[in-house]
């Protein structure tokens, strides 16, 4: 089977985008705690215990879905280019550009949704935007899409930078994802996992974004010119291929500290091997193909296309149960090491990403979409991976960092372990919602279903409590790193 | 057992022995060993897992998709003309009869709604989606008579929440 054989060689990073890969984790982990905040609100909302006027529900939505998208992929990028330094070389400046851009367009949202009172949602499904009887101006939807496209350029240049230097180093995009081990048997040049991973993100996160400019700029055109309009079946799949290939992408890119940290933690490698490899050129394939399982509800939607995202949404769970999930698991097992934060935490990703596959694939199966779609059953699903698969990642990735790129077991894991505890419950009180019938983005919940919504607002005040004991234990070693640059 | 319980329980089951492996390899992680054993099982493991989601699992989803709303049509179905506006629904017809087909052709005037029809006791049993510009059509067959809800299932602005009417499903067969 395995042939091919990386052994972890470099350790400390020398990382020449240092200064920003921190400055993107402090912003990540002081927007992430607003938004959560937001989230823990409109789950008041829910739960009865808060009145909230459903326009302000509908704004708190909408900045909190956007954010925490915004983030997941800010995080998300920080954990890639940190350790894919160790192999290609990337320009610093590209990561400040991208950061740039990335505030203005937070900026402009912000004022979107707060002065504008835009709520349409953060997949701006058209024609919503254009079409809200008044209750937001043209001026706050332009403003929101505009900022979104400002933020989708600083990402696609980062991607073509990723891209550019992956290039550079292995010769290819092909190379990148092993093509050259994996069709032609050569051990020359094999790409290590994080440089796989990398390949993967910048394919799929380039054609996602491209697709998203597209569609924003039809549908800002559309607002200067409401006489120019779109299919909006056209315009639903454009917006949901970018919105799923890309907040996907980003669990990908966090995935690089898990094949990076647990090869140093136990002492055991991570090998690039053409298991490995053929796993990673599915899952670029079917990252990309199977976003029509969001539009199985679209009964004009060809029944091919239903096929492909049914059949290939279970496929695309291989490569991570078998492949980097029980990887993972092999790599801890029986290594001898003791548990402390980081390597816990490390521990919950894996398991809080796999675990989320579970419910997103029977989701896709149509029989089930027919009465699980747009029920909380979503928001169970992909809560579980974000916040148990790609945070604890993001975290894991903070807390190396405040402790100097060193992992040798520091004290006890028990917040970590809360973290899960809390996150757990939250994330089953969505899924017992979806399993209760209780619609998504519904700024009203009937009484019947506020149970559920009342043990969430519990929960998720615990897990927003930990989340910021990790920020804070970066953000306190902040001064410190940016010093021993 | 209705498809929302199935799949709670499967997913229970499924999370649940995720959760016994993760938490077998916690404890046992801090006991040394060789990687290579660990490693060859690992190996067994993963042949295993990844045969069974093929020759099992692939099948069964295979096997499952026979089961779609796309393709079924009835003969003389009663039929309901909805078409979702921000925010309610405008239905030509709200009273049918139990144990016969009803097709709901669905639509929407402005922005995208979706038609989910909820029975008496409140479980989500059919939905479609209502999108400006195409019909599409939904046939189910109502076996229990009652009142029946339709909710908005597409995030469509302000009043989202509110967009319910109701369907009566009365005992008998009645001219479609
Ligand atoms: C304490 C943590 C969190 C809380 C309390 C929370 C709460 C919520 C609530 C109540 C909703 C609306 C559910 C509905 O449809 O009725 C929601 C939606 C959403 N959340 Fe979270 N959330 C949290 C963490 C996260 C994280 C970590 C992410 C991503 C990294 C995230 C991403 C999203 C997205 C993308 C939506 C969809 C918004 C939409 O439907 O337009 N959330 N969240
Ligand atoms: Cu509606
Ligand atoms: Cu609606």
Redesign the interface.
């Known amino acids: 089977?395995a042939d091919a054989t990386y052994t972890q060689g470099r350790v400390a990073t020398a990382d020449r985008g240092r200064l920003w890969v921190v400055l993107y984790l402090a912003t990540t982990g002081l927007v992430l705690l607003l938004m959560m905040l937001a989230g823990l609100w409109m789950r008041l909302a829910q739960s009865g215990w808060l009145y909230t006027d459903?326009?302000l529900f509908?704004e708190l939505m909408t900045v909190h879905g956007t954010g925490m998208v915004g983030i997941a992929a800010l995080g998300g990028a920080a954990v890639l280019w940190h350790f894919l330094s160790a192999y290609v070389r990337l320009n610093a400046w590209v990561m400040g550009a991208n950061f740039a851009l990335f505030l203005i367009g937070v900026v402009a949202i912000l004022v979107a949704e707060f002065i504008g009172g835009f709520?349409?949602?953060w997949t701006f499904?058209y024609?919503?935007p254009a079409?809200?009887?008044d209750?937001w101006p043209a001026w706050a939807a332009a403003m929101h899409m505009g900022g979104l496209l400002v933020i989708g350029v600083g990402f696609l240049i980062w991607c073509l930078e990723l891209a550019r230097a992956i290039i550079a180093t292995y010769g290819g995009l092909g190379r990148g994802l092993g093509w050259h081990v994996l069709f032609r048997g050569s051990t020359q040049n094999v790409p290590p996992p994080t440089v796989v991973a990398a390949t993967m993100v910048t394919i799929v996160t380039t054609l996602a974004l491209i697709a998203g400019a597209a569609v924003l700029v039809m549908s800002l055109v559309n607002l200067a010119f409401p006489a120019v309009e779109i299919?909006?079946?056209l315009a639903?799949n454009l917006i949901y291929f970018f919105g799923h290939t890309f907040i996907n992408a980003t669990i990908y890119m966090g995935v690089a500290v898990v094949y990076e940290l647990l090869p140093r933690i136990t002492g055991?490698p991570w090998k690039t091997s053409k298991?490995f490899l053929a796993a990673w050129t599915l899952s670029t394939t079917m990252v990309l193909i199977i976003f029509p399982h969001h539009l199985m509800?679209?009964?004009?939607m060809p029944?091919w296309a239903?096929?492909i995202g049914?059949?290939f949404s279970?496929?695309n769970?291989?490569p991570v149960?078998?492949?980097t999930g029980?990887?993972a698991?092999?790599?801890?097992?029986?290594?001898?090491?003791?548990?402390d934060m980081v390597s816990t935490l490390l521990?919950t990703s894996?398991?809080g990403w796999?675990?989320g596959v579970?419910?997103a694939v029977?989701?896709a199966?149509?029989?089930?979409n027919?009465?699980?779609?747009?029920?909380l059953?979503v928001p169970g699903h992909f809560h579980f991976y974000l916040l148990l698969g790609l945070l604890p990642m993001i975290f894991a990735f903070m807390i190396y960092l405040a402790r100097d790129e060193d992992v040798t077991p520091r004290g006890g894991d028990l917040m970590a372990i809360l973290y899960l505890a809390f996150g757990l419950t939250f994330v089953t009180m969505f899924?017992?919602g979806?399993?209760?019938?209780v619609?998504r983005?519904?700024?009203?919940h009937?009484p019947?279903w506020q149970i559920w919504d009342q043990i969430a607002v519990i929960m998720a005040s615990g897990v927003i409590t930990l989340a910021t004991i990790f920020v804070a234990m970066f953000l306190v070693r902040m001064p410190a790193m940016l010093r021993a640059r | 057992m209705?498809?929302?319980?199935v799949?709670?329980l499967?997913?229970l089951v499924?999370?649940l022995a995720?959760?016994a492996?993760?938490l077998r390899?916690?404890i046992?992680?801090?006991?040394?060993?060789d990687?290579a054993p660990?490693?060859g099982?690992?190996?067994r493991?993963?042949a295993i897992?990844?045969w069974i989601?093929v020759l099992v699992?692939?099948p069964i989803?295979?096997w499952?998709?026979r089961?779609?709303?796309?393709?079924v049509q009835a003969t003389a179905p009663q039929v309901i003309n909805a078409t979702g506006y921000?925010w309610y629904w405008d239905l030509d017809r709200s009273e049918v009869a139990a144990g016969a087909p009803v097709e709901f052709r669905v639509t929407s005037a402005?922005?995208?709604h979706?038609f989910?029809i909820?029975d008496p006791t409140?479980?989500?049993?059919?939905?479609?989606?209502a999108?400006?510009?195409?019909i599409?059509?939904?046939t189910h067959v109502f076996e229990t008579p009652g009142n029946y809800q339709v909710?908005?299932?597409?995030?469509?602005?302000?009043?989202?929440?509110?967009m319910i009417t109701e369907i009566v499903v009365t005992e008998g067969t009645t001219n479609g």
């Not at chain 2, 046992?28 to 060993?33: K, V, Y």
């Not at chain 2, 409140?122 to 989606?129: D, N, P, R, S």
Request: net charge neutral.
């Open positions: 089977m459903p326009a509908y709520g349409g949602g499904l024609p919503l079409i809200s009887q209750v299919n909006p079946l639903k055991r298991v509800m679209d009964f004009a029944i239903m096929v049914q059949i279970y496929v769970s291989f149960l078998i492949v029980l990887g698991l092999a790599i801890l097992h029986r290594s001898g090491i003791r548990w521990l894996v398991f796999m675990a579970i419910p029977i989701d199966t149509v029989v089930v027919s009465v699980m779609h747009n029920t059953w899924l017992v979806g399993w209760a019938s619609p983005r519904w700024a009203e009937l019947e | 209705s498809i929302q319980t799949c709670a499967l997913t499924a999370i995720l959760s492996v993760v390899v916690r046992l992680a801090q006991e040394g060993h990687y660990v490693q099982n690992a190996y493991i993963r897992g990844f989601l699992g692939l989803s295979i499952l998709f089961e779609n709303p796309y393709t921000q402005d922005v995208n979706g989910g909820y409140g479980e989500l049993v059919a939905q479609t989606q999108m400006p510009g195409y599409n059509r939904l909710l908005c299932l597409e995030y469509c602005g302000l009043v989202h929440h509110a």
